[in-house]
């Protein structure tokens, strides 16, 4: 199987037009169980479960952790 695109800050503003800091979500929505992260936009479940929460501060500094994880080959 191929590895999903990573997430993109510039793409989710594309897909979610209106929203200060949209979502990483790529509709890849299945945890890894040797990461505890999402194969598809790389959150941890926590962050996933916080993120309607987040202020726009935090969730940029989500995106900003997003880029240095490595993509989960399936």
Do not use: F, Y
């Amino acid at each position: 199987m191929s590895t999903p695109e990573r997430p993109d800050l510039k793409r989710a503003r594309l897909r979610q037009p209106g929203v200060s800091v949209p979502s990483p979500c790529i509709n890849v929505c299945r945890l890894d169980e040797r990461s505890g992260r999402c194969v598809g936009c790389l959150r941890t479940l926590a962050e996933i479960g916080a993120w309607s929460r987040l202020s726009d501060a935090d969730k940029l500094a989500v995106w900003a952790q997003l880029e240095t994880r490595e993509t989960i080959a399936e």
